[in-house]
């Protein structure tokens, strides 16, 4: 069988991954002042939807000073929890005995 791993699941330290699935970080370009937007949860809940294993955002600046995209989520402000809270409720996908098989991870960018 071809690719006879890819649809095991994977032991990340605490996180089970149902499969070996990675979507990457890369910048979507949907932040709105500095906050992530109802774009961003449905963007991330179509790749959970599509199969993905594990989801990893993009990146957030991490100090008030790094600011290097006019579109980046400001991970240093408490304005972008509820922003959180919706990907992660949008993209985790749970199966039938209620646990989790698709996972976001937040991406944070150390300055």
């Not at 989801?55 to 989520?73: A, G, M, N």
């Not at 304005?79 to 919706?86: A, C, L, N, S, T």
Request: charged fraction near 20%; aromatic fraction near 12%.
């Amino acid at each position: 069988m071809a690719y006879q791993y890819l649809w095991t699941p994977l032991q990340l330290g605490p996180v089970s991954a149902r499969n070996r699935i990675v979507f990457s970080a890369h910048l979507t370009n949907y932040a709105r002042d500095g906050k992530p937007t109802e774009q961003h949860a449905a963007y991330y809940a179509a790749r959970a939807a599509g199969g993905a294993g594990l989801i990893i955002t993009e990146e957030h600046s991490t100090h008030p000073t790094d600011w290097p995209y006019e579109k980046l989520i400001h991970g240093f402000h408490r304005d972008v929890i509820p922003g959180y809270k919706r990907i992660d409720r949008k993209s985790t996908r749970l199966n039938s005995s209620h646990q989790i098989i698709s996972y976001a991870v937040f991406c944070l960018k150390k300055k």
